[in-house]
T-cell receptor, first 111, second 114 residues
Framework: KQEVTQIPAALSVPEGENLVLNCSFT??????LQWFRQDPGKGLTSLLL?????REQTSGRLNASLDKSSGRSTLYIAASQPGDSATYLC??????????FGQGTRLTINP | DGGITQSPKYLFRKEGQNVTLSCEQN?????MYWYRQDPGQGLRLIYY???????QKGDIAEGYSVSREKKESFPLTVTSAQKNPTAFYLC?????????????FGEGSWLTVV
């Protein structure tokens, strides 16, 4: 059974810092991995989708990497801003129809 | 604008009642999903539908029911058999079935048992 873990559960950093969020998964037989952002009380917004054959994806200040062999993905946020404060969830495409979600990392960027 | 609309945003259920959460999408997506999120937790799949008039159970389908009579609509009924229904419910869709496609979410519905 696929399990997805995100550590830490919460992270607080000063504005302007570069930071890395971690996601690990137990079964390397995945279709893809997605990173999402969730604002309090809101739905999820897809940030980046990495297919199993890819090593990384970039969008603006965000860069996501995928290492299937070690069961790890990282989301790198450059030059963090207060508007980046949110919960970030990773989800692994595991099985034809199934996304398995981590519990999320709650990120706070302090001005 | 294209997107997924969930209603109501907040819903209160009395013990023993069934309630229905609405989900409508105008993205022309074939696949639709219902997830449940408990505080501080990830999302768990309740039901999904790959095409009209077809749906499949997810990991936590007990106490829930769905229908898919129209491509754009996928309502979720929380029945009285669901013993702990208080949660945040998220509807989602993707252009085609399969975990390889980007998934889009609605704004969610909060359900509270009173």
């Amino acid at each position: 059974k696929q399990e997805v873990t995100q550590i830490p559960a919460a992270l607080s950093v000063p504005e302007g810092e570069n930071l890395v969020l971690n996601c690990s998964f137990t079964d390397s037989a995945i279709y893809n991995l997605q990173w999402f952002r969730q604002d309090p009380g809101k739905g999820l917004t897809s940030l980046l989708l990495i297919q199993s054959s890819q090593r990384e994806q970039t969008s603006g200040r965000l860069n996501a990497s995928l290492d299937k062999s070690s069961g790890r993905s990282t989301l790198y946020i450059a030059a963090s801003q207060p508007g980046d404060s949110a919960t970030y969830l990773c989800a692994v495409g595991s099985g034809a129809q199934k996304l398995v979600f981590g519990q999320g990392t709650r990120l706070t960027i302090n001005p | 604008d294209g997107g997924i609309t969930q209603s109501p945003k907040y819903l209160f259920r009395k013990e023993g009642q069934n309630v229905t959460l609405s989900c409508e999408q105008n993205l022309n997506h074939d696949a639709m999903y219902w997830y449940r999120q408990d505080p501080g937790q990830g999302l768990r799949l309740i039901y999904y539908s790959q095409i009209v008039n077809d749906f499949q159970k997810g990991d936590i389908a007990e106490g829930y029911s769905v229908s898919r009579e129209k491509k754009e609509s996928f309502p979720l009924t929380v029945t009285s058999a669901q013993k702990n229904p208080t949660a945040f419910y998220l509807c989602a869709s993707s252009i085609a079935p399969g975990a390889g496609n980007t998934i889009y979410f609605g704004e969610g519905s909060w359900l509270t048992v009173v």
